[in-house]
């Protein structure tokens, strides 16, 4: 059975850094794509980052320059680094994964990715 648990947010400062934790149980994190999305209330979801099954890498030109995705295969854990967080970056921030390949090109859209963990709130005050 897939399970995807997040942990790690909380609530900061702009300015401030957070790191995500993703522990994924039931596959392989080598042979997943996996990513971060987030959702604002009101909003839709939408990607954040992506990192594919060779560790290709891919960021919203929101975050970039300031967040870094990583996955630990041997530990079968998916991570997102947060760095200088803007009050704009505030949402519900969710782990997913895919057993398809990505290309590691685009983020893609949260439509195709298959599952999905509960989520964990993010607040970045200003």
């Known amino acids: 059975q897939v399970q995807l648990v997040e942990s790690g947010g909380g609530s900061v400062q702009a300015g401030g850094s957070l790191t995500l934790s993703c522990a994924a149980s039931?596959?392989?994190?080598?042979?997943?794509?996996m990513g971060w999305f987030r959702q604002a209330p009101g909003k839709e979801r939408e990607g954040v980052a992506l990192v594919n099954q060779v560790g290709v890498t891919t960021y919203a030109d929101s975050v970039k320059g300031r967040f870094t995705i990583s996955k630990d295969n041997g530990k079968n854990t998916l991570s997102l680094l947060m760095n200088s967080l803007k009050p704009e970056d505030t949402a519900m921030y969710y782990c997913?994964?895919?057993?398809?390949?990505?290309?590691?090109?685009?983020?893609?859209?949260?439509?195709?990715?298959?599952?999905w963990g509960q989520g964990t709130q993010v607040t970045v005050s200003s």
């Open positions: 039931g596959f392989t994190t080598s042979t997943f794509c």
């Open positions: 997913a994964a895919r057993a398809a390949s990505c290309s590691g090109r685009v983020v893609l859209p949260p439509k195709y990715f298959t599952e």
